[in-house]
């Protein structure tokens, strides 16, 4: 039986606009990528089972969003290798638009397909925006993501270990 | 006490936290009468947004949007399960690919290629200045106010021989540039990502009118030739024409469907993109096979001449 789309988008749908608009920052591109989290919820209505929606829809809405970023940040050359410092605990909101932009350049690289990849097995880069962008712990990124909890330190460790060569890599052509 | 991160307020509010958390988060509430307030603002905070965004954009308005999206994605997998539209997609690349790469061999001048060389390199469709009257492929602007599909366009390089040009029959050719420089023909339902850079040609029975747009997973359609819909359609000589600029495929998701109508008299290109946009509004989804566009009566009272169309799909 498929889901009533009009009384999830009532309940769900407001949450799913904020988080497109707090990740792409721009009205029409948010309400495309809230339109295209629920078409992704109607394909795979069979994995609300078990989980709350809104969990569901919050991942979904991260990694649809994070595929519109990803097509723009192909053209972003800059880099700052400051926004490093700024990663871990921020909760302001400017600190976090510039951990958001720096993940973006951190995986400007990553050519794994991540357009497939509404929810399913995380992205790093999910997981960092989990972490990161989102203040989780580990744990709650173990459990939103399926993962083991070391399986996300380790992903995490890996992912420092490029931010650092990042910066060494923009210390070195400044300097 | 920290505040509470979005992720976490918006599934309280909702009452979709593990219970354990519910709870936790309730006795904070009772403790700490700060966090109290600070939870009460932020939770009308919430609501007043909820009644923003619903008031703004309707659940009935969003639920038939999201419908319409949903079968624009279930229409390009039925392509995939019509053997007959797909078979003959298929034979018709099949025999028009025998190699599927071509190699930049020399740069020309992106001016009008002289006859006489044309002729001593008569197995190829030259990519030059031969096909600059249909102009450019326009950027959003030049579609009549629709909203374009790519979000940029780049120039193939001049002076590259096309092979899967020549001889063809009447239809759309969409050729993708590859790593290494070199361009490959695509065949209809071959899958394109968000980023490659295509090329396209098409060519029309009798060449006399022609107009070719896409859709794509969004239902968003994009005119490419002519370049804008107060350009004429009119084709100026037989033969197959190249656009001559290429673009990125933008993150649309599932497809990137091709139109290509022609008519042996008047076509206006306005009219098309127009039929089609009212075509999409009033029944969800253009036709996604050829045979369908063909037998569809509105479709075909486009021009008073014969009217003809292709189609090619690839799929994302």
């Not at chain 2, 992720?7 to 966090?35: A, C, G, M, S």
């Not at chain 2, 600029?245 to 497809?255: G, H, I, N, S």
């Not at chain 2, 999409?280 to 486009?302: F, M, V, W, Y």
Request: proline fraction near 4%.
């Amino acid at each position: 039986m498929e889901i009533d789309i009009a009384a999830y988008y009532e309940r769900y749908g407001p949450m799913v606009l904020r988080r497109c608009r707090f990740l792409l920052k721009d009205e029409e591109r948010a309400l495309d990528a809230m339109q295209e989290v629920f078409v992704k919820l109607l394909e795979n209505q069979h994995r609300l089972e078990g989980t709350y929606p809104s969990s569901l829809l919050y991942r979904i809405a991260t990694n649809v969003s994070l595929n519109m970023i990803r097509s723009k940040s192909r053209r972003k050359t800059d880099t700052n290798p400051d926004l490093i410092e700024g990663i871990p605990g921020s909760e302001d909101i400017a600190e976090q638009t510039a951990v958001k932009d720096f993940l973006d350049q951190l995986f400007q690289s990553e050519e794994s397909n991540l357009k497939s990849k509404a929810f399913g097995k995380p992205s790093t880069r999910e997981i960092a925006v989990m972490y990161y962008l989102d203040s989780m712990t580990y744990e709650e990124v173990a459990r939103e993501t399926g993962l083991s909890v070391s399986g996300v330190r380790k992903r995490l460790r890996t992912l420092k270990k490029k931010a650092i060569q990042l910066e060494g890599v923009a210390h070195a052509e400044t300097s | 006490m920290p505040k509470l991160p979005d992720w976490k307020l918006e599934r309280y509010v909702l009452r979709e936290l593990p219970e354990e958390e519910l709870q936790e988060i309730n006795r904070r509430r009772e403790t700490d009468p700060e966090f109290d307030l600070e939870m009460k603002q932020a939770e009308t905070e919430i609501e007043e947004s909820n009644r923003k965004i619903l008031s703004r954009y309707s659940a009935d308005e969003m639920a038939a949007k999201i419908r319409r999206r949903a079968e624009a994605a279930e229409a390009a997998d039925t392509i995939d399960t019509a053997p007959e539209e797909q078979d003959r997609q298929r034979e018709e690349a099949e025999t028009t690919s025998e190699s599927t790469v071509w190699h930049p061999v020399f740069a020309l001048p992106r001016v009008v290629f002289p006859a006489a060389a044309a002729a001593a390199l008569a197995l190829f469709i030259l990519f030059s200045g031969q096909f600059s009257y249909l102009g450019l492929p326009g950027l959003n602007n030049g579609a009549g106010g629709m909203e374009g599909a790519y979000e940029s366009f780049e120039s193939f390089e001049s002076g590259i021989r096309l092979k899967g040009m020549e001889n063809m029959e009447p239809g759309i050719r969409v050729f993708r540039r590859t790593k290494d420089g070199e361009a490959e023909l695509l065949k209809p339902l071959d899958h394109a990502s968000e980023g490659d850079l295509l090329q396209l040609g098409f060519l029309t029975p009798r060449a006399e009118y022609g107009v070719l747009f896409s859709v794509d997973g969004r239902g968003v359609v994009t005119l490419h030739s002519p370049s804008s819909t107060d350009k004429s359609a009119e084709l100026a000589d037989e033969g197959p024409v190249l656009l001559d600029t290429a673009y990125r495929l933008d993150d649309a998701p599932r497809f990137e469907r091709f139109y290509l109508v022609s008519s042996d008299t008047f076509l206006s290109s306005g009219d098309v993109i127009d039929m089609v946009r009212d075509y999409i509004d009033s029944e969800g989804r253009l036709p996604a096979t050829s045979n369908a566009l063909n037998s569809t009566k509105k479709l075909s009272e486009i021009s008073e001449g014969k009217v003809k169309w292709y189609i090619f799909t690839l799929k994302k």
